[in-house]
């Protein structure tokens, strides 16, 4: 894989034309890229105008497709080869949220991380061990891939609003209660959200959830 030392991707906002005072970075899935859930931020900045989204594009290109980029490989599910996937676009993330957080000027209580499936794998890995708590997290379609492990434990524990579809095909819905117990048992506060009949996607009440959540772990 040809590794993209540092990350960019699209960007929005704020809405209402002034400085930002929060940020919301959204983490694509396997095979997108970052302009798939920027076209959230113009719905959701409906109710947080004073929003900042940004959504890097993975430093990775895609090696199930001829198109699109990765965070990590899938080719192999083993926790363990996703995990060391994980741990090596890490740091490049937390690149990308220090550089955007410097230049907004803002605190990581003003950040919150949004991921579809693999992004929400890496949200969560990532935030759970930043040296400070950012805001929140939003996991749509994810999994959990590493908890609190003794080689790599958590060093935060901001609150985390998991949403998954019953009907997901791509990753089983089973995730999304793996993952809740898995978080709470690190200590983390967690919300879910099953939604009924939905495959792997974001529905609106998906979408009105997460706003929900924004608003209230921003302040915005």
């Known amino acids: 894989m040809t590794e993209t030392t540092q990350l960019d991707g699209p960007r929005f906002g704020p809405a209402n034309g002034g400085t930002a005072e929060a940020l919301v970075v959204m983490l694509h899935g396997l095979g997108a890229d970052g302009n798939d ?52 676009a890490a740091p490049l993330l937390n690149a990308f949220l220090d550089a955007e957080l410097e230049r907004l000027g803002l605190g990581p209580d003003k950040l919150a991380l949004v991921g579809f499936s693999q992004g929400t794998m890496m949200s969560l890995y990532t935030a759970l061990r930043r040296p400070a708590p950012i805001a929140g997290i939003v996991g749509y379609s994810g999994a959990l891939i590493a908890g609190d492990l003794p080689d790599d434990p958590v060093t935060a524990k901001p609150p985390v609003l998991l949403v998954h579809g019953t009907a997901d095909e791509i990753v089983p819905f089973g995730a999304m209660e793996a993952a809740q117990a898995g978080l709470s048992s690190a200590g983390v506060a967690v919300e879910s959200i099953g939604r009924p009949g939905l495959g792997h996607g974001i529905d609106e009440v998906g979408l009105g959830a997460g706003a929900a959540f924004l608003r209230r772990v921003l302040g915005v």
Not at 58 to 83: E, H, I, N, T, Y
């Open 37 to 88: 859930l920027i076209g959230i931020a113009p719905v959701w900045a409906r109710e947080m105008g004073s929003v900042a989204f940004s959504s890097p594009n993975a430093p990775f290109p895609c090696d199930m497709a001829p198109f699109g980029r990765q965070w990590f490989s899938l080719q192999s599910r083993d926790p363990a080869d996703m995990l060391a996937g994980i741990r090596t």
